[in-house]
């Protein structure tokens, strides 16, 4: 009898702890799948903001795309608005209006100083739209773009633009962590915003419309482009690829915005710097200017407010 009741004791024993297991188990199981989905998750999320960075980096690279949408917006308005200075163009020669600007997106990066160094020794303004980064080194690169006389201007904080197209507050949110960190590192009050992508981007969740009249609002102004380098999309495309791309689209408009990119792969990018500035300067009547208050606007979209 005691045999039978000691092995059904261990029998209701090796059951109870088949029970709690399972119930263990089960308790853990949707634990360990959420887990697992939420990584898997954060990969596809990275991967699409990845995507659309790409998608966007073709789309800003590719003039012939990007002027699609704004063609009949931009350029139309781009003539009316100058017609104050051709008055003066019809008196002087042509060739003393054109204003070429030079504008660098995506920086600081490890090419910054030799960019900037570049720049010092031609002597030429340009105007930079950078992203956060607040190490030292970054840091000190705000401030020698500053101190050299450049414009600094926005880009975005992250630059990551699932985050910052979902709502005008989203935007806000990044433009004012980026501008607060700009301010207090170089003590510039930034005025001149580049949108990722574009003001004509066709990712932004809310319509740009909205987040132009938040930029507004702020007593800001946004700057496209009219002519891009397309170093964007081809990392290894070559120094005269890029003089090409810049050269080729200089001289249809009074004001030229320039589209080039200081980031960590496009060493390409600086190697063909010196030779797009002489072949600026080599024209006659071209100037070389940074972003002011003076600058013609060129927006790929214009609103009505
Ligand atoms: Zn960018």
């Known amino acids: 009898m005691e045999v039978n009741e000691q092995s059904r004791r261990k029998r209701v024993a090796r059951l109870k702890k088949i029970i709690i297991f399972l119930v263990v188990f089960f308790l853990l199981l949707p634990l360990v799948i959420c887990f697992i989905l939420g990584i898997r998750i954060r990969e596809l999320s990275n991967r699409i903001d990845e995507l659309t960075a790409l998608l966007n980096a073709r789309l800003e690279s590719n003039p012939a795309i990007t002027r699609t949408l704004p063609e009949d917006e931009t350029e139309a308005p781009l003539e009316e608005e100058t017609s104050e200075e051709t008055e003066e163009t019809e008196d002087v020669p042509q060739t003393t209006q054109h204003k070429v600007y030079l504008t660098f997106d995506d920086g600081p990066s490890v090419y910054t100083d030799e960019i900037l160094d570049v720049l010092k020794e031609y002597d030429v303004k340009a105007t930079f739209f950078v992203v956060g980064k607040e190490d030292d080194v970054s ?30 507050d989203d935007y806000a949110y990044d433009l004012e962590k980026l501008e607060s960190l700009l301010y207090e590192v170089t003590g510039t009050q930034c005025k001149y915003v580049r949108f990722p992508g574009g003001s004509s981007n066709k990712v932004s969740k809310v319509p ?17 482009w009219n002519i891009s380098a397309s170093d964007a999309v081809n990392t290894a495309l070559a120094p005269e690829a ?62 009505e407010e």
């Open 139 to 168: 840091k000190a690169a705000y401030k020698r773009i500053v101190d050299e006389g450049h414009t600094l201007a926005i880009h975005s904080y992250s630059h990551k633009y699932g985050e910052i197209y979902n709502s005008v």
């Open 208 to 224: 740009m419309s909205d987040i132009i009249k938040y930029i507004h609002a702020q007593g800001m102004e946004y700057f496209d």
């Open 242 to 303: 890029i003089l090409a791309n810049v050269t080729n689209g200089i001289g249809k408009y009074e004001t030229d915005v320039i589209l080039l990119h200081d980031t960590g792969n496009r060493k390409s990018t600086v190697d063909a710097l010196p030779m797009i500035i002489e072949n600026i300067r080599a024209r006659e009547g071209y100037e070389l200017l940074p972003i002011d208050e003076n600058t013609e606007l060129v927006q790929h979209l214009k609103i």
